[in-house]
């Protein structure tokens, strides 16, 4: 009988990694370290190239970059309206644009075959849910094109509940439930009622409730949902749990720079 010993590093060379490393990715993004973001998503690709996930989260690098850069990424922004209201278009960096649109690109097609496989693909599907959700922000905060940004939000939404039938422990589903909710509950009440006539939710308990499912048990986005969750206790004027949050944040990301600020900004 030979022994399988010499076998062993050509193996361990060539085993796909751990999802620690996919996780890995999405804590240097959170922690501004985009560059080094893209190396771990890049070679989590290398090892899986037909995961949707990979190129999909690549490309939310890309989009919290230019976020990032064009300090949208505070929530001072999000506690002031006029930011979303206003038609003037941002300048985003045509080269990062070009590779979220090749990574999205990317996604698509390895969304497309894995669900034409099995529609219930639950990896796929939370890759669909991200990619919606990552257009939308992007063409919502960057582009300005709030009709496209409703759409794929909505579209979202249903894409989320598709897959929580899936898998109802994917917990990061619920962020795109609760965001539309939030959000556009943050509307005034004419705008509501077209919102909800053109099918969008706007439910804002109902936001909240399913934002504090992905803070607590969420797994990719769980940071962004508690980022959400400061934002709406700092709209509410509930400065000690805005406060709260974004020293968990903090600590939890020394890196990122933004959490910090907003905490100094609230002494």
């Given at each position: 009988m030979h022994?399988?010993?010499?076998?062993l590093p050509a193996?361990?060379?060539?085993?796909?990694?751990?999802p620690v490393l996919l996780e890995s990715g999405y804590r240097q993004m959170y922690n501004l370290e985009f560059d080094a973001a893209h190396r771990t998503f890049a070679?989590?690709?290398?090892?899986?190239?037909?995961?949707?996930?990979?190129?999909?989260?690549?490309a939310a690098a890309f989009l919290f970059s230019e976020l990032d850069r064009l300090h949208i990424l505070q929530s001072e922004f999000f506690l002031h309206d006029d930011n979303f209201r206003t038609s003037r278009r941002l300048m985003p960096d045509p080269a990062a644009r070009h590779?979220?649109?090749?990574?999205?690109?990317d996604a698509g097609r390895l969304i497309d075959q894995a669900l034409a496989r099995d529609p219930k693909d639950a990896n796929a599907l939370l890759a669909q849910v991200l990619l919606l959700g990552?257009?939308?922000?992007?063409?919502?905060?960057?582009?300005?094109?709030?009709?496209?940004?409703?759409?794929?939000?909505?579209?979202?939404?249903a894409a989320a509940q598709?897959?929580?039938?899936?898998?109802?422990?994917?917990?990061?589903?619920?962020?795109?439930?609760?965001v539309e909710n939030y959000l556009l509950s943050l509307k005034p009440l004419p705008v509501r009622w077209f919102l909800q006539l053109n099918g969008n939710a706007t439910d804002r308990d109902?936001?909240?409730?399913?934002?504090?499912?992905?803070?607590?048990?969420?797994?990719?986005?769980?940071?962004?949902?508690?980022?959400?969750?400061?934002?709406?206790?700092?709209?509410?004027?509930?400065?000690a749990r805005g406060a709260a949050l974004l020293r968990e944040l903090s600590y939890e990301f020394p890196r990122n720079h933004l959490y910090s600020e907003e905490l100094a900004r609230l002494q």
């Open positions: 022994s399988v010993l010499p076998l193996l361990l060379l060539t085993a796909p990694p751990a070679e989590w690709i290398q090892h899986r190239p037909e995961d949707p996930l990979g190129p999909v989260s690549d590779s979220f649109e090749r990574r999205l690109a990552l257009r939308s922000d992007y063409d919502g905060l960057i582009e300005k094109k709030y009709l496209s940004s409703l759409s794929l939000t909505k579209a979202g939404r598709r897959l929580l039938e899936a898998d109802p422990i994917c917990y990061d589903a619920w962020l795109a439930i609760g109902l936001g909240i409730e399913k934002l504090k499912i992905t803070a607590e048990k969420g797994h990719y986005l769980k940071p962004f949902a508690k980022l959400m969750l400061a934002v709406a206790a700092l709209r509410d004027k509930d400065r």
